[in-house]
């Protein structure tokens, strides 16, 4: 989806957006705010990060469109297929939905009246916005009915109601007839291919829900390494699978694994048949907000963004070395391959980079972070860091 407009008009609307873009978290709030206030249900537990994400993302998105800039691709489709299937998963119609995004949407109106030229708001901000919305209720309906359509044709409907409400977090008391839910639970998400999948071996312990390409398999923490094996031996090419967590938690792992096989995707958890999401739980923390990294990424980093790649590359690399060892140049040299004096070399240029915040503890602590979510994903190839920080720093 693309937003056209004569070009005197679209420059300054993407100079308005950019400036407005400071504002998304507090835009985010007020939003989130109204539609809370009008609909109590989206402001309870686990829902309510959800509804945050997902208002930040979208106004992200619409901006990313109104400035013109090259942007990844955020996801934002999925993300809105994903809250119907939510709804639907909790037997919930769409109507509190409609309601939340006309909430929503009049709350996100009267900030985006304020980009206006010649005292008039232009077409491709009232226009775009009420075609934005309505591509985002496409999403919604499509997964909400998506998951109403798999949970009539599964013949294991009460089981796969229960798991439903594990992943959302809405299990009630007693709820547990089908399947004993153990006070210890460990998921797993298990992307199929394409293909079917004889998951017979773990369909009488476990608990199993289909996720597009993907099953959501969940069993008692005992039986984690069986599950392992079974998932092996049925063949899925790729499957990430947790830590134990209490039954209130599921939502959590849920989450967990998703990210897991993402970060595998974008190449920063190496591939593997089995993902094993203990051994990566860093990468999956410093991953959990990905606009705020890359808010902080855009604001600390931004000397670093402005290097050539060669440079940016070899100084972030050595940077990241020396922040999480604190060794010598001899040592950082022997585990980066280079010469001591190259070494040395790349610290003087850090340093002139940086500067005095090189001694302040706080930002250190703050750049080793960035560092560890963000060399991962260069090295990988996403130079979404590097465009956005261009189109930001662009006259």
Known sequence: MTLSADRPTSDLVASHARRLRREVPEMAASIVDAVCARIAYYGESPRHPIVVEAVTTALHRFLDELDGAPHRDRGLDEMFR?????????????????????????????????????????????????????????????????????????????????????????????????????????????????????????????????????????????????????????????????????????????????????????????????????????QIWLHAEPTLRQQLGQELLSPLLAETPNSREILSETLLVWLETRDSAPAIAARLGVHPQTVRYRWKRINELFGEAMHDTEFLVQLTMLLKASVPLWKAGDQSDFERFRAEDAP
């Open 82 to 282: 994903s809250v119907g299937r939510c709804e639907a998963r909790a037997s919930r119609s769409l109507d509190d939905f409609h309601l939340a995004l006309g909430t929503g949407t009049r709350t996100a109106w009267s900030r985006f009246q304020h980009l206006t030229v010649d005292g008039t708001t232009p077409a491709v901000v009232s226009d775009g916005l009420l075609a934005f919305v309505d591509h985002l209720v496409a999403q919604v309906e499509a997964g909400h009915t998506e998951t109403v359509r798999q949970r009539e044709a599964d013949p294991n409907r009460a089981r796969a109601v229960l798991a439903e409400q594990l992943l959302t977090g809405t299990a009630e008391p007693g709820s547990d007839t089908v399947w004993r839910i153990p006070s210890s639970i460990v998921l797993a998400v298990a992307e199929l291919g394409g293909e079917r999948r004889d998951l017979g071996a773990l369909s009488r312990d476990a608990l199993l829900v289909g996720h597009d390409d993907t099953v959501v398999v969940m069993v008692d923490a005992a039986s984690r390494d069986c599950m392992t094996t079974a998932l092996v031996d049925a063949g899925v090419p790729r499957a990430a699978v947790g830590w134990a967590v209490e039954p209130a938690d599921v939502p959590s792992a849920f989450r967990w694994a998703r990210r897991a096989l993402e970060l595998v995707r974008r190449g920063v958890i190496p591939d593997a048949q089995v993902v094993d999401c203990r051994a990566h739980r860093t």
